[in-house]
């Protein structure tokens, strides 16, 4: 089946500015999670969804970025008064849920964000 | 800081050698996984090690876990081009922490394998 879809793949923009970026999980998996990698390191947790709520956003740096799971499905990560420093890759994973946060989680390909 | 820190940060051999990549850990985890990532992108999960095991195989891959350590070690054997990427460790916390759901990384491994 389709795996994680992550759009755009990559995406410019000037600092200031407002981005959203979008994560299509797999198909019937309750666990969502968004990580950002900067050049040279691995990832790093922003945020993990069960279901529509967010059960833990204590990786999120600031109060710039949020992110959306309204129906339980696709989620947006929403980045406000973009920053040079918010430059990175973002990933997004899910998971089925059914064995809790043991499931391996299935990461899709990416956004790259740079930030002019 | 990372939870996770490989050793080495780079690793390059011929076709056919052995590759064996080490990673460290700092608090007590319920599972460490492994993951492969080609160009910076998306991520591929390689293999789970919980934390009751100490060594798990599949096909030319095999994990080590030895968490009086807080370390693990990927070994892949008999290697090949295609095996060219970054491998990272991840470790996911231990019973009562608050990182309910979270991978912690590692900065990586990148390994070339030369034709």
């Known amino acids: 089946g389709a795996g994680v879809s992550q759009t755009p793949s990559n995406k410019v923009t000037e600092k200031g500015k407002y981005v959203e970026l979008r994560c299509d999980p797999i198909s019937g998996h309750t666990a969502l999670y968004w990580y950002r990698q900067s050049l040279g390191q691995g990832p790093e947790f922003l945020i993990y969804?069960?279901?529509?709520?967010?059960?833990?956003d204590s990786g999120l740096p600031n109060d710039r970025f949020f992110a959306v799971r309204p129906e339980g499905s696709v989620s947006t990560l929403k980045i406000q008064r973009t920053e040079r420093g918010d430059s990175a890759v973002y990933l997004c994973a899910s998971s089925s849920g059914t064995s809790g946060r043991r499931d391996t989680q299935y990461f899709g390909p990416g956004t790259r964000l740079t930030v002019l | 800081s990372q939870q996770g820190e490989e050793d080495p940060q780079a690793l390059s051999i011929q076709e056919g050698e052995n590759a064996t990549m080490n990673c460290s850990y700092k608090t007590s985890i319920n599972n460490l996984q492994w993951y492969r990532q080609n160009s910076g992108r998306g991520l591929v999960h390689l293999i789970l090690i919980r934390s009751n095991e100490r060594e798990k195989h599949s096909g030319r891959l095999r994990v080590t876990l030895d968490t009086s350590k807080k370390s693990s070690s990927l070994l892949i054997t008999a290697s090949r081009a295609a095996d060219t990427a970054s491998y990272f460790c991840a470790t996911l916390g231990g019973a009562g922490g608050t990182s309910y759901g979270k991978l912690t990384f590692g900065q990586g491994t990148i390994l070339t394998v030369h034709p």
């Open positions: 969804f069960q279901g529509t709520g967010a059960a833990d």
